[in-house]
């Protein structure tokens, strides 16, 4: 374990501790103005986070989109706050689900299991909470850089009932979970470099994951978009929804290339509606766009619905 990683997590544990200490309507406060400070003062991946929202919202004036840049700061520190400060347990109960369980739990009827494609919109850690209180929940994640801050994040989860595989040689226990007719949760707005499928995510060349559609299509399991938004009119005052998409089915696909690109362009469509609902929430510090190569002939993505 390096040194430097034991320290940062040191100073993560100190911080959250401290937060801890206060109620949660003032560790909240504080949180916002640290987001305010990370994003229009040290200007950290704010130059990413500009260029991103101009070249998915070229329509848009540079004043909106200012403020929408703001708003995505606001909007991660609302998350830090809800995820590591408040109480977890508090937040799932009061989570609103639209339309309800009905359609899910009659997809998983059919004993295949079903995949949730989703990402990183709202309080994504807290939707996986909510899931797992209702059904066998394994989330696949990406190992974070620092080992220890790994860790933490494991047991939160584990603590939360949610069963957690690393992406690398996650294939076989993925499948296992699916034929047992559990829930496997895969995150779709993550470039996947070199060994992604080029498909349009939110009308420009982005490097996908293909495995959601892969998995589907072996298994003959639905796939289920679903995001947890967070309600921009709460103030200060936790409030959820869970929104579920109707289930996709792989009926009339096979594994060939072009179909299974074709598949996830129509699973990624839907997770993108969910995006440009609520843009403000989404991740848009992460360079989704780097590894997209060729021309998008297809999907516009340039417009809020």
């Known amino acids: 374990m390096k040194f430097q990683d034991q320290m940062e997590f040191l100073a993560f544990r100190a911080l959250i501790g401290g937060l801890r200490s206060l109620p949660y ?26 260029t991103q929202l101009k070249t998915i919202f070229p329509n848009e004036a540079s004043q909106r989109l200012d403020s929408l840049a703001d708003l995505v700061y606001h909007n991660l520190a609302l998350t830090v706050a809800e995820t590591f400060c408040a109480d977890s347990a508090q937040l799932v109960k009061a989570v609103r689900v639209t339309p309800g369980w009905d359609e899910m739990d009659q997809a998983l009827s059919k004993g295949r299991g079903a995949i949730v494609a989703t990402g990183h919109l709202g309080n994504f ?54 034929r047992s007719g559990g829930l496997v949760s895969l995150l779709l707005d993550q470039d996947a470099g070199d060994r992604g499928m080029t498909i349009p995510f939110l009308g420009q060349p982005a490097s996908t994951w293909p495995g959601v559609a892969r998995f589907s299509i072996r298994t003959g399991c639905p796939v289920i978009p679903m995001a947890l938004i967070r309600d921009p009119n709460s103030g200060q005052t936790i409030s959820h929804e869970l929104k579920i998409s109707s289930p996709l089915w792989p009926d ?54």
């Open 25 to 50: 309507n003032k560790a909240q406060s504080l949180l916002i103005h640290l987001g305010q400070l990370t994003g229009k003062t040290l200007r950290i991946r704010r130059s990413t986070v500009e």
């Open 125 to 178: 850690e807290l939707g996986g909470a909510v899931l797992a209180r209702r059904y066998s929940l394994l989330d696949v994640v990406k190992s974070q850089r620092n080992v220890p801050f790994d860790r933490y994040l494991e047991t939160m989860r584990s603590d939360r009932g949610i069963q957690t595989v690393p992406m690398q040689n996650s294939a076989p226990r993925i499948l296992r979970h699916l």
């Open 252 to 305: 009339g696909y096979s594994d060939r290339p072009e179909e299974v690109q074709k598949y996830l362009q129509n699973i990624s469509a839907a997770v993108e509606a969910f995006i440009l609902e609520n843009p403000e929430q989404w991740f848009w510090v992460h360079r989704r766009w780097k590894n997209g190569k060729g021309e998008v002939k297809y999907g516009a993505g340039t417009k809020r619905q």
